[in-house]
Structure formats: structure tokens, C-alpha cells
T-cell receptor, first 112, second 110 residues
Framework: DGGITQSPKYLFRKEGQNVTLSCEQN?????MYWYRQDPGQGLRLIYY???????QKGDIAEGYSVSREKKESFPLTVTSAQKNPTAFYLC???????????FGSGTRLTVV | QQQVKQSPQSLIVQKGGIPIINCAYE??????FPWYQQFPGKGPALLIA?????SEKKEGRFTISFNKSAKQFSLHIMDSQPGDSATYFC?????????FGAGTTVTVRA
């Protein structure tokens, strides 16, 4: 079955540590996205990538970094510079010519 | 600043009722308006979508109404069931990026 796999499902981080969230898709989609979800604020775009080796900042990129070395993979690193990283992180992909997204099941990151 | 404003934040209906969720936007470049359904601990799933050249679209018990001149669109859930209890997000797109509303938590009581 085609889909998007996010791992881990739950992640705990100590303050000052960097952590990397994994996102893999086997849908052959060109575009991939990272969103952050906080209660009452909907989904906010962190980074997106429309082709391999290229990505753009979204609305809340500060404290985050990404890479797109393979079409299937778009990992997100939450750095120690992100002041309030506790949130639910969602990865999505789309064909690129059609804007409808397919979402993964998310990673819940908690800073302890 | 949120580009898509969604209301209400939450609503409760009895089984068989019709929850209505409203969204408004300002950017006239938006050309695709999807609705997503999200259950707790899961990612959102595409429910139904509409283009601005259509005023209404139905898929099963879900209907989108679209008013281009008012820059508003809404989701109606006909004959709602307890299994429809979820958070619903409206969104709008141009250039492949989606801007999401803040979400509406719908509770359908048996």
C-alpha cells in the first residue's frame, strides 16, 4: 500500500538537544511538506520541497532544518534554537500539479 | 496572520443533526478549497474539495457550499453520526501550498 510513514510516533527530547523526525513516502509524489499542529491554531507550514535537493521556508521555519536528498525522504530536524518545540508534527506529500495532500500519522514531540 | 478563518471552534449536535462549519478567505488567488477530517492522534485525511467555479459539491453526506463573491465556503454534514466526531479543517491553496483554518471540533451525540 502506498502512503507516508512518519517515525517515531512519540519522541521525547531534553532541552538543548537536536532531534530528527523521519518522513518517508512511496507515493512517487514530487512535493513534500512539514506542518506543525498546536491546539486551536490549525496547521502551520514549517518547510516544503517541490523537488529533490531544493526546499523553501514556510511560515514558521525558525529553529527547524530539513534536507531532501531523495525523492522519498524529507526529514525534519528540530534544533535547540526552537524555543517551544512541543507539538504534533505532520508530514505531507502531493503530486505537485494537484494541491491535495496526503498526510502521515504524525509525530508527537515533547520536551522534557 | 491566518489566511483562512474558520468558525466555530467547536460544536455539538445530536445524531441526525447537520453540523455546519464556515470558512472565509481574503486571497483571491486561492483556487482550490479542500476539507480535511482528523481523528485524535492521526493525520488529517482529505474529505472533499471544491474549485471556485463551482457553487456546491456533494460527496455522500458531506456538502461544500462555495460563495465566490463573499469569499466564503462551508461544510455541511448531513444526517451526522457519532463516527463523524472529529476535527475538521478547511484549507485554501494557490501554487500547491495549503493554508489551513484553525479547525473545528465536531461532537455528534448518540
Amino acid at each position: 500500500d502506498g502512503g507516508i510513514t512518519q517515525s517515531p510516533k512519540y519522541l521525547f527530547r531534553k532541552e538543548g538537544q537536536n532531534v530528527t523526525l523521519s518522513c518517508e513516502q512511496n507515493l512517487n509524489h514530487d512535493a513534500m511538506y512539514w506542518y506543525r499542529q498546536d491546539p486551536g491554531q490549525g496547521l502551520r507550514l514549517i518547510y516544503y520541497s517541490q523537488i529533490v535537493n531544493d526546499f523553501q521556508k514556510g511560515d514558521i521555519a525558525e529553529g527547524y532544518s530539513v534536507s531532501r536528498e531523495k525523492k522519498e525522504s524529507f526529514p525534519l530536524t528540530v534544533t535547540s534554537a526552537q524555543k517551544n518545540p512541543t507539538a504534533f508534527y505532520l508530514c505531507a506529500s502531493s503530486i505537485g500539479t494537484v494541491p491535495g495532500y496526503t498526510f502521515g500519522s504524525g509525530t508527537r514531540l515533547t520536551v522534557v | 496572520q491566518q489566511q483562512v478563518k474558520q468558525s466555530p471552534q467547536s460544536l455539538i449536535v445530536q445524531k441526525g443533526g447537520i453540523p455546519i462549519i464556515n470558512c472565509a478567505y481574503e486571497n483571491t488567488a486561492f483556487d482550490y478549497f479542500p476539507w480535511y477530517q482528523q481523528f485524535p492522534g492521526k493525520g488529517p485525511a482529505l474529505l472533499i474539495a471544491i474549485r471556485p467555479d463551482v457553487s456546491e459539491k456533494k460527496e455522500g453526506r458531506f456538502t461544500i457550499s462555495f460563495n465566490k463573491s463573499a469569499k466564503q465556503f462551508s461544510l455541511h454534514i448531513m444526517d451526522s453520526q457519532p463516527g463523524d466526531s472529529a476535527t475538521y479543517f478547511c484549507a485554501a491553496s494557490n501554487d500547491y501550498k495549503l493554508s489551513f483554518g484553525a479547525g473545528t471540533t465536531v461532537t455528534v451525540r448518540a
